[in-house]
């Protein structure tokens, strides 16, 4: 089951902290899927620290109507720390 997202918050440049219910927290850099397409008008800075939380459709969600799912957040989050964790054992 996929956490429910109760915190995020921009930080340097285009990186977003995220701390979801069961205690997943992290960063995310979103700078490479801002070059193109939707998400484009996020490349302001000024517009990328105005982000929301849609709790009820487990969003994060910017003026404009730009969005992303929280869900596949957590999950790249989850994968991350499962690398980590295995990095450390070699």
């Known amino acids: 089951m996929i956490s429910r997202l109760i915190a ?3 930080l340097e440049r285009y990186q977003l902290w995220l ?3 069961d ?5 995310v850099d979103l700078e490479e899927q801002l070059a193109a397409g ?20 487990s ?3 910017w003026p404009g109507g730009v969005d992303l ?3 596949a957040l957590y999950r790249e989050l989850k994968r991350r720390r499962c ?3 295995a990095d450390r054992g070699r």
């Not at 205690?23 to 960063?27: D, I, L, R, V, W």
């Open 83 to 85: 690398r980590k964790t």
């Open 23 to 27: 205690g997943t927290e992290g960063a």
């Open 8 to 10: 995020a918050w921009p």
């Open 59 to 61: 969003l994060i969600i």
């Open 69 to 71: 799912d929280a869900h």
């Open 19 to 21: 701390t979801y219910a």
């Open 38 to 57: 939707s998400l484009e008008t996020l490349r302001d800075v000024r517009e990328f620290r105005k982000l929301r939380i849609d709790r009820r459709r």
